[in-house]
């Protein structure tokens, strides 16, 4: 049986410092990914999936294979897993300007759909403020139209259960800015465009459009 594994992150705590203070970093790791790494295993081990794909994201794709028993926990411990396993990989601590643009494929497409980046970071930064609770912002290939969307999901609902692939995402939980940032979520998100890793978004983009 495959157990899911809290993934080692390519960068120190302490490398985001500028943006997301280490504390926060060490916390939201060690302590909140590895409580839904662990939720999952649990999950998965109480509804006797002796076997279950390697990637959570066919497992989130298509929850209502699940015994309904399970679905829930699953929904959350595994949403909860992925979502912060891109959500580390879409962080560096190498560009440290906010401006700057992605280029290639993904920001053609952004510039289709949102007019130009600077749109598009402004919508994106007001749909995340926006979110009541707690919840994700995410930029997401919407495979049924084939176009990339901002959307929203709550709690730890991953774009996959609803056949979304997630290229982008921003976790809007307290616990991943209240330390530093407290109620200023304007300045968390701001501060967060300036660790995206433009690189790894449009590598996912073109793997997709390959
Ligand atoms: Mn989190």
Redesign the pocket.
Known sequence: MVRYELPRLSYDYDELELFIDSETMKI?HQK??QAYVDGLNKSLEQIGAGSHPKYISAILSDLKSIPESGRNAINFFGG?FE??RL?WETMTPNNDDANVSPGGKIEDSIDVYFDSFENFKKIFSKTSIDIRGSGWCWLALNQTYNKIEIITTPNQDSPWISQKIPLLGL?M?E??YYLRYQNKKFDYVNAWWSVVNWDYVENRFDELFG
Request: proline share 0%.
């Open positions: 939201h909140h990914h909860g979502n912060h959500f976790d939980w616990h991943a």
